[in-house]
């Protein structure tokens, strides 16, 4: 049909009309140190990338656990703001917020932030900048992505995981009747600004926990990257900082390789390579009630797939040894109780998160193994007994 037709109504015929464009993302992901420390002006040169010649309105949200390491932000953020008033502007002073799991298991915690952003006239054109772990952007990234639709939204995150994994992706999300990331929505951030400062201050727990996502992408995608986390654990597990800093740009790399260059950004698909090892981490972490980190129900989550691949017949025998070996070499504890967890008809717990890790993603069973270090391979369906054996083998394995 032409445009300016007259379409009379007719109950017999169909029209359809197909609507395509595509929108194209683009945003940096910027590494730098004393990111406000005054003299740095990575962040309001990233404020002013679109529109240079203006004083641009801002609200931060803070991660209080970050907070309580380093009393002294507050007053680096008052400086910065002062120092740069010519180009930013705080609508109000920083914003505590819940740091962890916390923010992520009460929706309150997101309508309270979006009051904040009505009370303070926060437009699409301001920035809502969050500053913490992977929870706490998770939480603030879907504030920002909902509020007026969408505004625009600065990452800065403060843990190894969060700079290393999941600061750097397209997704965020807060948690509902304990399924993981139940609300949520795919939305790039306008820039990310890693500052391996905040590294230092993170407790060591934590530093361990992000390095399970870097044992994760390099498996799926970069055996090189394997071989050299296997070469440089000694200094990893001592957080040497030359290490530290060269493990979390690999890792935020290789995500940022497997989101641009991928295919499917935005997961409409069924595969999800980055999700190695997941199905069993998120189920771990509610069946713990998030008293495991994700890093650290990740790292269980790779163990257990490895094992999986090797009983399976994918991966040779032995390679699981090295896998392990690393894990435990970096500080992760590879077996917890609620591995044996079983309902009241007697199922694994762990086993029925396969149905719940199927149904948050849609579409068909697709989990990632390994076929061989640095090389992911997709299978449809998980044989139960083979995980009970793997589960089993990790168990052996922490008694002996
Ligand atoms: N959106 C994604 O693509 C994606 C990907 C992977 C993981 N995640 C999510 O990320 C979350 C885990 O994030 P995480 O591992 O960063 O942990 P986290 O956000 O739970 O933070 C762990 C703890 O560290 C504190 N903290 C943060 N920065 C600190 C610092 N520099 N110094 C001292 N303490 C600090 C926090 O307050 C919290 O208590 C999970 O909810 C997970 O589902 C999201
Ligand atoms: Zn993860």
Same mark, same amino acid.
């Given at each position: 049909?032409?445009?300016?037709?007259?379409?009379?109504?007719?109950?017999?015929?169909?029209?359809?009309?197909?609507?395509?464009?595509?929108?194209?993302?683009?945003?940096?992901?910027?590494?730098?140190?004393?990111?406000?420390?005054?003299?740095?002006?990575?962040?309001?040169?990233?404020?002013?990338?679109?529109?240079?010649?203006?004083?641009?309105?801002?609200?931060?949200?803070?991660?209080?656990?970050?907070?309580?390491?380093?009393?002294?932000?507050?007053?680096?953020?008052?400086?910065?703001?002062?120092?740069?008033?010519?180009?930013?502007?705080?609508?109000?002073?920083?914003?505590?917020?819940?740091?962890?799991?916390?923010?992520?298991?009460?929706?309150?915690?997101?309508?309270?932030?979006?009051?904040?952003?009505?009370?303070?006239?926060?437009?699409?054109?301001?920035?809502?900048?969050?500053?913490?772990?992977?929870?706490?952007?998770?939480?603030?990234?879907?504030?920002?992505?909902?509020?007026?639709?969408?505004?625009?939204?600065?990452?800065?995150?403060?843990?190894?995981?969060?700079?290393?994994?999941?600061?750097?992706?397209?997704?965020?999300?807060?948690?509902?009747?304990?399924?993981?990331?139940?609300? %949520?929505?795919?939305?790039?951030?306008?820039?990310? $600004?890693?500052? #391996?400062? @905040?590294?230092?201050?993170? /407790?060591?727990? !934590? +530093?361990?926990?992000?390095?399970?996502?870097?044992?994760?992408?390099?498996?799926?995608?970069?055996?090189?990257?394997?071989?050299?986390?296997?070469?440089?654990?000694?200094?990893?597990?001592?957080?040497?900082?030359?290490?530290?800093?060269?493990?979390?740009?690999?890792?935020?790399?290789?995500?940022?390789?497997?989101?641009?260059?991928?295919?499917?950004?935005?997961?409409?698909?069924?595969?999800?390579?980055?999700?190695?090892?997941?199905?069993?981490?998120?189920?771990?972490?509610?069946?713990?009630?998030?008293?495991?980190?994700?890093?650290?129900?990740?790292?269980?989550?790779?163990?257990?797939?490895?094992?999986?691949?090797?009983?399976?017949?994918?991966?040779?025998? %032995?390679?699981?040894?090295?896998?392990?070996?690393? $894990?435990?070499? #970096?500080? @992760?504890?590879?077996?917890? /109780?609620?591995? !044996? +967890?079983?309902?009241?008809?007697?199922?694994?717990?762990?086993?029925?998160?396969?149905?719940?890790?199927?149904?948050?993603?849609?579409?068909?069973?697709?989990?990632?193994?390994?076929?061989?270090?640095?090389?992911?391979?997709?299978?449809?369906?998980?044989?139960?007994?083979?995980?009970?054996?793997?589960?089993?083998?990790?168990?052996?394995?922490?008694?002996?």
């Amino acid at each position: 049909m032409r445009q300016g037709d007259t379409v009379l109504a007719d109950q017999r015929s169909t029209d359809t009309y197909e609507q395509t464009f595509a929108v194209r993302f683009s945003y940096p992901v910027v590494f730098t140190n004393a990111l406000f420390s005054t003299e740095n002006t990575v962040l309001t040169d990233t404020l002013c990338r679109i529109e240079p010649n203006k004083r641009h309105k801002c609200i931060i949200f803070l991660d209080d656990g970050l907070l309580a390491d380093d009393p002294g932000l507050i007053d680096r953020i008052a400086d910065y703001v002062a120092a740069h008033g010519n180009r930013m502007q705080l609508v109000c002073p920083p914003v505590r917020v819940p740091g962890g799991e916390r923010i992520k298991v009460d929706l309150h915690f997101i309508e309270q932030m979006q009051q904040t952003l009505y009370e303070h006239h926060v437009d699409r054109h301001s920035y809502v900048i969050g500053i913490g772990g992977g929870a706490v952007l998770d939480a603030v990234g879907l504030v920002a992505a909902t509020t007026h639709r969408g505004i625009r939204h600065i990452r800065v995150p403060t843990t190894v995981l969060a700079q290393n994994d999941s600061g750097v992706g397209v997704k965020n999300g807060v948690n509902l009747n304990g399924v993981k990331n139940f609300v %949520g929505t795919f939305a790039p951030p306008f820039a990310v $600004l890693n500052d #391996l400062d @905040f590294i230092t201050r993170l /407790p060591d727990r !934590d +530093k361990i926990a992000g390095m399970a996502e870097a044992v994760k992408v390099a498996l799926i995608r970069d055996r090189a990257f394997f071989e050299w986390l296997e070469r440089q654990s000694d200094q990893l597990v001592l957080f040497e900082p030359a290490a530290m800093a060269h493990m979390i740009r690999r890792c935020a790399e290789l995500h940022m390789i497997q989101i641009g260059q991928g295919g499917d950004p935005f997961e409409t698909g069924s595969a999800r390579p980055l999700d190695f090892g997941h199905w069993a981490a998120h189920r771990l972490e509610t069946l713990t009630r998030y008293h495991l980190r994700h890093g650290e129900a990740v790292a269980i989550g790779i163990a257990l797939d490895t094992r999986y691949s090797v009983l399976s017949g994918l991966l040779p025998e %032995g390679a699981e040894e090295r896998v392990i070996v690393l $894990l435990e070499q #970096l500080g @992760f504890r590879l077996w917890h /109780p609620a591995l !044996d +967890k079983t309902d009241a008809q007697g199922r694994h717990m762990v086993i029925t998160g396969l149905e719940e890790f199927q149904e948050h993603l849609g579409g068909m069973l697709t989990i990632t193994l390994l076929s061989d270090l640095g090389i992911g391979i997709e299978v449809n369906e998980m044989d139960h007994d083979l995980i009970l054996q793997a589960i089993d083998w990790l168990k052996q394995r922490a008694q002996s």
